[in-house]
């Protein structure tokens, strides 16, 4: 019992930590770098419905 305690116990808190981390708004935000973030598609105008008539 003390055992699986002793390996779950930190694990959770590690993946807690990490979970924590990555829902960070400026992870990837470093102010020494230039603006530079290329549109990787293009954004499509919001009217369009796919040539459907609704």
Known sequence: MIDKFTLFLPHLLMA???????RRADLDDDPSLPERRPAF?????SHDQGGRDA
């Open 41 to 45: 598609r293009p954004k499509r105008e």
């Open 16 to 22: 807690i930590a990490v979970w924590r981390l990555l």
